[in-house]
C-alpha cells in the first residue's frame, strides 16, 4: 500500500525518471483510492485507457478511509506504479480519477474527475456543523468545495435527478457536473447474456431458486448489530432448515468494508455453520455482480446492491430497512420505503416465495440508476480525454466483461435432516440442514463423511462425499463405500459423487449400484443417493437390468437410472458382526 511514510518511487516518476524510463509519455492518470470499496468503481474505467501509449497510469491511496485492509493486495493485483500519497499530491498529472472523497484532493496537482462508487448519491454522514443539515456524501458543499472553492474538474453524475440535487445544495458545483452513466451498472446489463454461465458457475442446478443474501456495512444494515434487532445469527440456521436443499440455492455478498473491515477469517468464523450449510461467500470486488445476476431473489438492507437489483428486475425483500442513513430525496431512499419487507419472524420459505410469486420490476429503478444505459465507456473516456486536453482514440471505447467466476457448487458438509414420500417409481425428497418444524415424510439421516461432527456419522443412515473415481487416498468408490460400511454398524448407504451427474453408491442389503442422471434431471447426485436408500426402505428392489427412479425435487422430476454395479453379494460385516467390536480387538482403520 502507498503509505505517506514510504519511500518515494523513481520510475517512471519521481527524481531523474527520465533517465530510467524506456518510454516517454505525455499524460499521467493518477488513480486515487480510499479503500477497497471505491477501488472497485476505478477498475471500472481502467479499461479506457488500454491501448494508449500515450498514458502513463499511477495509482496512490489518501489513507483516509478508516477501511485500509485489502488495498495492498489490490494494488499488486493492478500492478501499477504505487506512489506514496505524499509523492502523488507533489507530482503534476494531467488527471487524478477518485471515486470518493476524503483526503487532500484538492491539493493534487492536475484535473481532478469524481465518480460515485455507489448508486449515485445517497449516504448522509452526520449533521453539519456550518449549515446544521445533514449533507449527502459527495453531493454538498462540505465535499465539493475548499475553502468555498471548486476543485472538482469533473464530478460524474448518472442521472439528471442527482444534478437537481446538486442546483440546490451547491449550485457553484454545477458547471463541473457530467451526466455520464454508470459503468458498473453497464458491465451488469451487458453480463445479463452470461446469467446461465454464472449460475452454474454457483452450482445453482435447473429448478433451484438462488437467494442472495446482501449487507451494506452500517451497523443498521442485516449483517450489523446496531438497529432494533441483530436478525442474522437466528435467521441464517432457520434459512438452512427451512429452505430445502435441493430447492434453493444460498449465497452472501457483503460489503467490502464488511470483509475487509472485520478481516475474511472472520468473516468465515462468524459464517461457518452456515458455510457448511450450504452458504457460498461471494467475493465482494470480482464477482458480486455476477451473484445479482444470477439471483432469483435477493434479501437485502438500504444498501446500494439491493437498488441495483431492482433495477435488473431481480426481486428484492428487504430484511433492514432503515432509512436513517439516507438522503431522503435519493431515489434508494424512495425504494427503502416501499420494497416488502421479511417478517423475520414468519415462514421464510412462504414469504420468498410469495415474493417470487408477486414480483414485478420496481418502477423508476433502472431508470434512476443511469440516464444513459450501456454508453458511459463513450461518455466517461470523452470527459476524461477532454480533462487531459488530449484527443481521444479512434477505437470504440469499450468497458471489461464480467469476467466468469470459477466453479464453486456448495458443500454442504452439516448433517442433513432428509424426507421423502416414496409412490411406486417415484420419490419426493426434501433435504434441509436442520428438521423444519412443519417437516412431513419418512425422515432420515444424511450425512458428509467430512462433517465436524464426527457423532452424526454414528447416526447416519446415508454417508457421503465427492470424490474423483480415480483418488488412490480414497481407494476408488467402491472400496471407499465397503470400508464406510464396515466403520459405520448403523448406516444402510454409502454414496460416492464421482461428478455434477453421478454417484457410485454401495447398500448394506442390496448391493453395489451406479446412479446416472437421465434426460432433463439436474439435482444433487447425492440426493439421488438419499432418494435410493428411501425406496429401498420402503420395500423398492433394482430389477437385474436396472431401473429408473422418478426424483421430484426442485419443481421438477429428475429421471435416475439406478444399474446394478456387481452381482449382489453378501453385505460387508459390521465391526460387531466379525468381531473387532468387541474390549480389546484392533480394528485397520483409525479411530
Known amino acids: 500500500m502507498g503509505s505517506a511514510h514510504a519511500p518515494a518511487i523513481r520510475v517512471p516518476v519521481g527524481e531523474d525518471s527520465e533517465r530510467w524510463a524506456s518510454r516517454a509519455t505525455s499524460r499521467r492518470v493518477l488513480l486515487v483510492v480510499h479503500n477497497v470499496t471505491s477501488a472497485g468503481r476505478l477498475l471500472d474505467v481502467l479499461p479506457l485507457f488500454h491501448d494508449d501509449f500515450r498514458v502513463q497510469l499511477l495509482v496512490t491511496s489518501t489513507e483516509s478511509s478508516a477501511f485500509q485492509a485489502g488495498i495492498g493486495e489490490l494494488f499488486t493485483e493492478l500492478g501499477l506504479p504505487v506512489l506514496p500519497w505524499e509523492q502523488a499530491l507533489a507530482t503534476p498529472v494531467a488527471l487524478a480519477i477518485s471515486a470518493s472523497f476524503g483526503g487532500q484532493l484538492q491539493l493534487i496537482q492536475g484535473k481532478l474527475a469524481v465518480l460515485s462508487h455507489g448508486v449515485g448519491y445517497t449516504k448522509k454522514l452526520g449533521e453539519s456543523r456550518v449549515t446544521r443539515h445533514e449533507p449527502t456524501f459527495g453531493l454538498s458543499p462540505e465535499w465539493l468545495l475548499a475553502d468555498g472553492e471548486r476543485f472538482v474538474d469533473g464530478l460524474v453524475l448518472s442521472h439528471p435527478e442527482q444534478l437537481e440535487r446538486l442546483r440546490r445544495v451547491c449550485p457553484e458545483a454545477e458547471k463541473d457536473s457530467v451526466l455520464a452513466g454508470d459503468p458498473c451498472f453497464d458491465r451488469m446489463l451487458a453480463g445479463r447474456r452470461h446469467r446461465e454461465r454464472f449460475r452454474r458457475a454457483l452450482g445453482v442446478r435447473r429448478g433451484q431458486r438462488l437467494v442472495v443474501l446482501n449487507s451494506t456495512w452500517n451497523p443498521e444494515g442485516f449483517f450489523g448489530n446496531g438497529g432494533d434487532q441483530d436478525l442474522l445469527p437466528s435467521l441464517l440456521p432457520r434459512l438452512a432448515s427451512e429452505l430445502p436443499a435441493d430447492d434453493y440455492r444460498l449465497a452472501a455478498v457483503l460489503h467490502p468494508n ?7 477469517g472472520q468473516i468465515r468464523v462468524w459464517l461457518d455453520r452456515a458455510r457448511r450449510s450450504g452458504l457460498t ?25 439491493s437498488y441495483y437489483a431492482a433495477a435488473l428486475g431481480v426481486p428484492v425483500l428487504l430484511a433492514a430497512a432503515t432509512q436513517d442513513r439516507l438522503a431522503p430525496e435519493a431515489p434508494l431512499a424512495t425504494f427503502v420505503r416501499e420494497a416488502p419487507r421479511l417478517d423475520p419472524y414468519g415462514p421464510l420459505r412462504g414469504q420468498l416465495d410469495d415474493v417470487l410469486a408477486r414480483h414485478h420490476p420496481v418502477a423508476g429503478a433502472a431508470e434512476f440508476v443511469s440516464s444513459a444505459p450501456g454508453a458511459s465507456a463513450a461518455l466517461l473516456r470523452r470527459l476524461f480525454y477532454t480533462l487531459m486536453d488530449l484527443p481521444e482514440p479512434t477505437a470504440p471505447a469499450l468497458l471489461e466483461p464480467l469476467p466468469l467466476p470459477p466453479h464453486e457448487p ?39 463423511e467430512d462433517t465436524r461432527d464426527p457423532g452424526s456419522l454414528a447416526l447416519a443412515d446415508v454417508i457421503f462425499r465427492e470424490g474423483q473415481p480415480d483418488d488412490p487416498r480414497l481407494g476408488g468408490p467402491e472400496e471407499w463405500a465397503a470400508e464406510v460400511l464396515r466403520r459405520y454398524p448403523h448406516c444402510s448407504l454409502a454414496g460416492y459423487v464421482t461428478g455434477p451427474h453421478n454417484c457410485t453408491v454401495r447398500a448394506r442389503e442390496h448391493g453395489a449400484f451406479q446412479l446416472s442422471a437421465g434426460p432433463g434431471a439436474d439435482a444433487d447426485p447425492a440426493a439421488y443417493a438419499s432418494a435410493l436408500y428411501a425406496w429401498l426402505a420402503g420395500g423398492g428392489a433394482v430389477a437385474p437390468g436396472g431401473t429408473t427412479l422418478r426424483v421430484r425435487a426442485a419443481g421438477r422430476v429428475h429421471p435416475v437410472t439406478v444399474t446394478p454395479a456387481t452381482p449382489p453379494v453378501r453385505p460387508p460385516r459390521s465391526a460387531a458382526e466379525d468381531g473387532r467390536g468387541s474390549p480389546g480387538a484392533e480394528s485397520p482403520f483409525p479411530a
Do not use: C, K, N
Open 258 to 264: 464488511i470483509w475487509y473491515g472485520h478481516g475474511p
Open 281 to 305: 461467500l461471494i467475493d465482494p470486488v470480482h464477482a458480486w455482480r455476477q451473484a445479482l445476476l444470477a439471483a432469483d431473489v435477493v434479501l437485502g438492507d438500504f444498501g446500494a446492491v
Open 410 to 448: 456448495p458443500r454442504r458438509t452439516a448433517p442433513l435432516d432428509v424426507r421423502a414420500h416414496v409412490r411406486g417409481a417415484e420419490v419426493e425428497i426434501e433435504r434441509s440442514a436442520g428438521h423444519p418444524y412443519d417437516a412431513v415424510g419418512e425422515r432420515h439421516l444424511a450425512v458428509h
